[in-house]
């Protein structure tokens, strides 16, 4: 039986109606939340290094892989922005300048200091994550590790600290080594972090370090006439931008003047230098873009601590070895992660 009211429309109707208002007001929210976002997110990636670099490539398809499985796609759901300053510190400025003015969402500024710094100094609101810096504290770039504070987060390689253990493979490798040289940016504020750390550690095991210095490839021949002049029996390199550019011209110029090498990077070793012991780089990369997902999902930098590296790498370079007469400790050998033949 129908029943129609007095305007003319039936109960039945009237009820249909007041069900279909209520479907539209539940569904709304659903359907809003299934609308294209309009804007997609976009991540600046700022680097010191050439965007050629096979083991740059290896970082960012890590990274990358690593987005995807957070849920962002790039080329869908986010777009990345490089920029690479190919050895050229003075070019970060500029580049990080760019990456501001595209509006992105975050930068992820990798590989050291001066990349952190350029990007601090182009925005005090967007998010930073750092991957490279030494001391971020010591170097002025956050409040402290645990509360970073502003808009710089990230993870520490504390290079600072691992340079005692590299001096300390120096030593099982070359037990009667005295003066051992360090090439080092003075450009670049990590390094006088690092070298502060290194001078630390050769006071306990009664090393004297003969710092040279190398702002450009131009003076890393010079640097290596003057350890030869005051006779260093081995070489520490400082994990530098400009110098990991160089990596190959100073692992020949190492061999030449038989210098038992050690670095804070394995694409050293992998480009010829006797050893390496480093914070795994890959992992840093995953953890970067696990920053770079919180961050977009709405987190504060201020509100994320800085990590310290979890896994760690020591790469030896046999051929580099034999090339120097060097007879390595088994002991040295087992610990290795990897012996490059």
Known sequence: MRVRTTGG?????????????????????????????????????????????????????????????????????????????????????????????????????????????????????????????????????????????????????ISHELVGKELELLREVVPKVSTVGVLWN??????????????????????????VEAR?????????????????????VLLDGVLLEQREMIAELAAKNRLPAVYGLRRHAEAGGFMAYSANELDLSRRAASYVDRILRGAKPADLSVEQPTRFELVINMRAARALGLTLPPSLLLRADQIIE
């Open 186 to 211: 003075p450009t670049n504020p990590g390094n006088v972090t690092q070298l502060r750390g290194a001078e630390a550690a050769a006071r306990t095991l009664g090393m004297r370090l003969q710092p």
């Open 216 to 236: 450009s490839p131009g003076e890393i021949d010079r640097a290596f006439v003057a350890m030869t002049r005051e006779r260093a029996g081995a070489l520490l």
């Open 9 to 157: 429309v039936t109960t039945e109707e009237r009820m249909m109606l007041i069900v279909t208002l209520w479907v539209a007001l539940l569904a709304a929210p659903f359907a809003v939340e299934a609308q294209p976002a309009g804007r997609v997110p976009r991540v600046g990636y700022l680097s010191p290094l050439s965007g050629s670099d096979p083991q740059v490539q290896r970082s960012l398809d890590v990274f990358r892989q690593t987005l995807r499985e957070l849920g962002h796609v790039e080329g869908q759901s986010v777009a990345i922005e490089y920029r690479f300053a190919e050895g050229k510190y003075e070019r970060l400025p500029d580049l990080a300048t760019e990456l501001v003015h595209l509006k992105v969402d975050v930068i992820v500024a990798t590989t050291g200091v001066p990349p952190v710094q350029a990007a601090q100094r182009a925005t005090k609101t967007i998010p930073i994550i750092m991957t490279g810096p030494a001391d971020p504290v010591a170097d002025g770039l956050v409040a402290s590790l645990a509360r970073p504070g502003g808009n710089i987060t990230g993870l520490t390689i």
